[in-house]
């Protein structure tokens, strides 16, 4: 969709940056926060971010440290950004809504519609309507409760739930949705890490990372593989920069040179602000798009081949006979890689493979830190089984300094799932839930969000209800998605800022103002915390600080709560109202339901949590053999025909998701353009097109139906061979419904295969 108000053509391109961080990052998250909001209320949000006391950062699932080794500034210049955008000052009012029609708010930016300011009040769009107007709660949620028990059947419901969503709240959906009678929970993780959840819990019993971080700050070699840490992970750079102070080193893979993996100043340093700063990564490998799977492929051929020539001092024999199976077979096929795959799917050359080998055996304690690099692809998981392999053959699983660390994005989106908001939750929660609650929850798995959308298309689910997140902009194929949700009933959004899932809607359509994380949140005149997990599994509290953004502002409890009890009525053994009336009894139920809760309101109003246990640190892995698994993973590689590129969407420096906050990518030098695609200048010269040539970006799938995202600038720019990088959503209209990960379904972002055209309608 290219929106009016989308910046146009004042594009202007200065060369990537080679370090991140430093003094800008502290002057750029000021000026966006002083753009939003006061410096009273700038300095409320920036004073209790991440502090134990405090507010969780809304932005990424990067740890905060223990309590005692927190800065008094723990946060970064994206942190700032998220919660000042959260926090800002300007409103949506009822009198907004009745001067912008619907159609005309679909015009809009996605940046536009989020500058508009927090949600103040429920509104509604009738059937038929050209405009929301103003509704009050109790009718909103009768009508919504109303429009859930006229359907034929529970299934024909979704419950969408993004990652900013805390802890209790998605405790309570969940069971909302089951004791309502279906498991369609799609969640933002299927699009995002599901490919390693699948893989990991496949071969560790555990979906999720396995290190902490004194494990990174304690690791003799990282691998930081399809990851841009500076931009969406920035004090990721902290603890590498702690890792290197210790002796470790750093390994970075990736199809572009991103400025956080080269140096890093730390701001909250002296010698960040005045010296140049550290390294970051000793070694870069410049990899082909969706060359990883080779790449640990060969490094395990290599391993079998050093343990080879010298027995007993590669290989961790011990870990792998009592812990693993699968190792015979796998070193059988581990030993037929070829190089000459392995060199033409990375790009790479066999002497930077060895280089990196060579680190690998100096290494006793390794790390894998990756993201959406790789899950992002058709092979996502066959390469986190690769690494997982690579991990397992040296035993660097389950000690201190080793492991797996699939770097989450949301910051609660791995508690989400911990809560139980997964279409194919195993059968245990389901009997725990069934103890607790006394009754059957279905035992049927629901639809995913690809499955879901599936379905809104072909008219078998009619109902979605939305709470957090951007469910029409973060999913593939935009125009089957849009008319996917146009097909619905009713579509319902629990949101604070406005978005573009509020303009495409069903025939009756709801907007649910809700509290954000940095307001606070009383009930019964008790101040209310709410609890989330990170990427290393540290559970803690977030309690807001500001007055609410408007006085009309349920909690997503509340929401749940009073939607809960007006589809389902009063029902003794789940006592809704004393839930919103005070979180804790969510959390008595929430440590009888989930392992590892124990006694969960006392430990976590401790400062700083508490670490939820991963049995994998024990060398226990509940896999059905009740051990780790080798895998054999067959070479594969994206087969992109001559004239084409292999597309990755991504994020810039300055967007939240679906969400951009100025169109700019400071690292990357662009400034003032998002419709720009970056394409290596050999790749541009092959394909006989000049930079800053006006193209359209046009994806080849097998279904004949023509994807095209309009009026494209061409960048040259260090990009892989054969790559090319553009931002999403934009291109989301690109990203084919049918093409997805295989086993887990998450969408191949990463992976879309285009060619460029000159711009058929030039602007
Ligand atoms: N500021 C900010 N922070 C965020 C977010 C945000 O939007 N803005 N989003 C949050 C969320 S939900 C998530 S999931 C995370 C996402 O964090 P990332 O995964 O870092 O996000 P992307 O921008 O998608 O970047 C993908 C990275 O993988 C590289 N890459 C692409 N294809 C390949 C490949 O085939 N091989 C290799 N080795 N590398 C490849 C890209 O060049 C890029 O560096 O960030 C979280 N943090
Ligand atoms: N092409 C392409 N598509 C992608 C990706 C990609 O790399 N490429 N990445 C995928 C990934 S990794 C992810 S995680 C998804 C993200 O998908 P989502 O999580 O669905 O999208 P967000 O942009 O994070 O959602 C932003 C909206 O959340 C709402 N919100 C913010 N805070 C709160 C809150 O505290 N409570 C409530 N109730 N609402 C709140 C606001 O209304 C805001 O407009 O996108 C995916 N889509
Ligand atoms: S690294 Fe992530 S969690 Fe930490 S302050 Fe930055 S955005 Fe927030
Ligand atoms: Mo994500």
């Not at 009888?592 to 991963?614: I, M, Q, S, T, Y």
């Not at 040259?716 to 086993?743: C, H, I, K, M, Q």
């Amino acid at each position: 969709m290219s929106s009016i108000a989308d910046p146009g053509d004042d594009l202007s391109v200065t060369p990537p940056k080679t370090w991140a961080a430093g003094v800008p990052a502290v002057a750029h998250a000021l000026e966006y926060s002083l753009a939003q909001t006061s410096p009273r209320r700038t300095a409320l949000t920036l004073l209790n971010i991440n502090q134990a006391e405090g507010i969780d950062c809304p932005g990424c699932a990067w740890p905060e440290p223990a309590p005692g080794k927190r800065h008094r500034n723990e946060y970064c210049e994206n942190g700032a950004k998220h919660i000042n955008d959260e926090a800002t000052s300007r409103r949506v009012t009822r009198d907004f809504f009745r001067e912008h029609s619907i159609a005309e708010l679909d015009g809009m930016s996605d940046h536009w519609l989020n500058q508009q300011g927090r949600l103040t009040e429920p509104m509604v769009k009738r059937p038929g309507a050209t405009h929301y107007e103003p509704i009050g709660w109790d009718e909103a949620l009768e009508l919504l409760a109303r429009e859930l028990r006229a359907l034929d059947s529970p299934d024909e419901a979704l419950f969408y739930v993004s990652g900013r969503l805390n802890n209790e709240a998605a405790f309570l959906l969940q069971l909302f949705a089951r004791a309502y009678g279906t498991n369609n929970l799609p969640d933002c993780s299927n699009l995002c890490h599901e490919s390693s959840g699948y893989a990991m819990q496949e071969t560790l019993g555990v979906g999720k990372g396995s290190v902490s971080l004194d494990d990174i700050h304690g690791a003799d070699l990282v691998f930081v593989v399809g990851q841009n840490p500076g931009t969406n992970h920035p004090r990721m750079l902290s603890a590498l920069e702690e890792t290197k102070r210790n002796g470790g080193q750093v390994v970075a893979v990736n199809t572009l040179p991103e400025a956080g993996l080269m140096r890093f100043k730390n701001p909250q340093k002296a010698r960040g602000v005045i010296g140049r700063g550290t390294a970051i990564a000793d070694q870069f490998l410049h990899i082909r798009a969706g060359g990883d799977l080779a790449l640990f492929q060969a490094l395990n051929r290599m391993l079998l081949e050093a343990e080879d020539a010298a027995p007993g001092t590669v290989l961790d024999h011990a870990f792998i006979a009592a812990h693993t199976t699968g190792f015979t077979a796998f070193a059988e096929h581990a030993r037929k890689t070829s190089w000459e795959d392995v060199l033409r799917a990375t790009g790479l050359t066999r002497d930077e493979i060895e280089q990196v080998f060579e680190r690998v055996l100096a290494s006793e304690r390794i790390i894998v830190c990756w993201a959406m690099g790789l899950t992002q692809h058709k092979h996502g998981v066959p390469t986190i089984r690769e690494v997982v392999n690579f991990l397992l053959a040296r035993g660097n699983i389950g000690r201190p300094g080793a492991g797996v660390c699939p770097v989450r994005g949301h910051s609660n989106v791995q508690g989400d799932r911990t809560m139980g908001v997964w279409e194919r939750v195993p059968q245990e929660f389901l009997d725990s839930l069934e103890r607790e609650f006394g009754f059957t929850p279905p035992a049927r798995h629901g639809l995913d969000a690809v499955n879901g959308i599936r379905a809104m298309y072909e008219g078998r689910a009619k109902v979605f209800l939305g709470v957090a997140g951007n469910f029409v902009r973060a999913t593939p194929d935009s125009a089957v998605t849009e008319e996917a949700m146009r097909r619905c009933r009713l579509t319902a959004h629990v949101s604070t800022k406005l978005n573009r899932s509020h303009t495409v809607c069903g025939d009756t359509a709801l907007i649910l103002p809700t509290l954000g994380r940095s307001d606070r949140d009383v009930q019964n005149g008790v101040e209310q915390f709410v609890t989330v997990e990170d990427s290393m599994s540290e559970v803690h509290a977030s309690r807001g600080k500001l007055p609410p953004a408007s006085p009309h502002l349920l909690s997503e409890v509340a929401v749940v709560s009073r939607l809960a009890r007006r589809t389902l009525g009063d029902e003794p053994a789940i006592p809704w109202e004393r839930f919103e009336a005070d979180y804790g009894t969510i959390r008595d139920r929430i440590s009888r339901v989930v392992p590892g809760f124990e006694d969960f309101d006392a430990r976590v109003a401790v400062p700083g949590g508490f670490r939820l246990p991963n049995p994998v640190n024990e060398r226990v892995f509940p896999t059905p053999s009740g051990k780790a698994v080798f895998t054999c993973n067959d070479f594969t590689m994206p087969h992109v025909p001559e004239g084409h590129l292999l597309l990755q969407t991504l994020r810039s420096h300055d967007q939240w998701n679906t969400v951009w906050y100025a169109p700019d990518d400071r690292y990357r030098g662009i400034h003032n353009a998002r419709r720009v695609v970056l394409v290596n200048p050999a790749d541009l010269e092959h394909l006989g097109i000049a930079d800053r040539a006006e193209v359209d970006l046009v994806s080849v799938w097998h279904d004949g139906r023509e994807r095209r995202a309009e009026n494209f600038r061409v960048v040259a720019y260090p990009a892989s061979r054969g790559s090319a990088a553009a931002y999403y959503p934009e291109t989301n209209v690109l990203v084919p419904l049918d093409s997805v990960a295989d086993f887990s379904n998450c969408p191949t972002s990463k992976g879309v295969v285009i060619r460029l055209e000159p711009a058929r309608d030039p602007g």
